[in-house]
């Protein structure tokens, strides 16, 4: 199982970035998802989740900002970030939720105020 997240970058506060996540090894379709992340110094938290039938929760810190979407034909997951501060500066990662496989490398997000 690999899950690889890319589209992370250094961004200005109020910018935007989009996060794909790959998946291979798994059946995507079959697997509530979810994107989480690390900041530095703090323990790993779930921001956004999606259901195996597209329904979708979010963290309160991202809610109206984030948005989540999957493509289980491509076994991909996305997340749209906008509007972003510099408290969301972190490493994300995707995985199912609950967590089942092994974390990927993530991708870093900075934003600077």
């Known amino acids: 199982v690999q899950l690889q997240a890319s589209g992370g970058g250094l961004v200005q506060a109020g910018g935007s970035l989009r996060l794909a996540c790959a998946a291979s090894?798994?059946?995507?379709?079959?697997?509530?998802m979810a994107w989480y992340r690390q900041a530095p110094g703090k323990q790993r938290e779930l921001v956004a989740l999606i259901t195996t039938v597209g329904a979708t929760n979010y963290a309160d810190s991202v809610k109206g900002r984030f948005t989540i979407a999957r493509d289980n034909a491509k076994n991909m997951v996305y997340l749209q970030m906008n509007s972003l501060k510099p408290e969301d500066t972190a490493v994300y990662y995707c995985?199912?939720?609950?967590?089942?496989?092994?974390w990927g490398q993530g991708t870093q997000v900075t934003v600077s105020s």
């Open positions: 090894g798994i059946i995507l379709r079959i697997n509530a």
């Open positions: 995985n199912s939720a609950p967590r089942r496989f092994q």
